[in-house]
């Protein structure tokens, strides 16, 4: 299932994902830091939803509360729910 995040609170407006099962793949910002973001998806790709959690979540950046990368951590949450709340 193809899923959009909109973002809250970063640089990246808009973060989308495939999810199968509990897998993710083919993660895309747009907008924030072109690079980093284009590695985090590459280092995401093919990895469950709690694994993306449990290295992501939490993740702060400069003095703002969340990050490009905590917002990943919540994309895939919520992907992960609607595509067991549509079975």
């Known amino acids: 299932m193809e899923y959009t995040y909109t973002t809250n609170g970063t640089c990246s407006t808009k973060i989308k ?3 199968h099962d509990n897998i993710i793949t083919d993660v895309s910002f747009t907008g924030g830091c072109n690079g980093n973001l284009k590695a985090i998806s590459t280092l995401v790709d093919g ?15 400069g003095r703002k509360p969340t990050s490009c990368a905590d917002q990943l951590a919540k994309a895939c949450r919520a992907a992960y729910e609607e595509q067991n709340n549509r079975q």
């Open 17 to 19: 994902l495939n999810i």
């Open 47 to 61: 990895c469950t939803v709690e694994e993306i959690e449990k290295k992501l979540s939490g993740n702060t950046c």
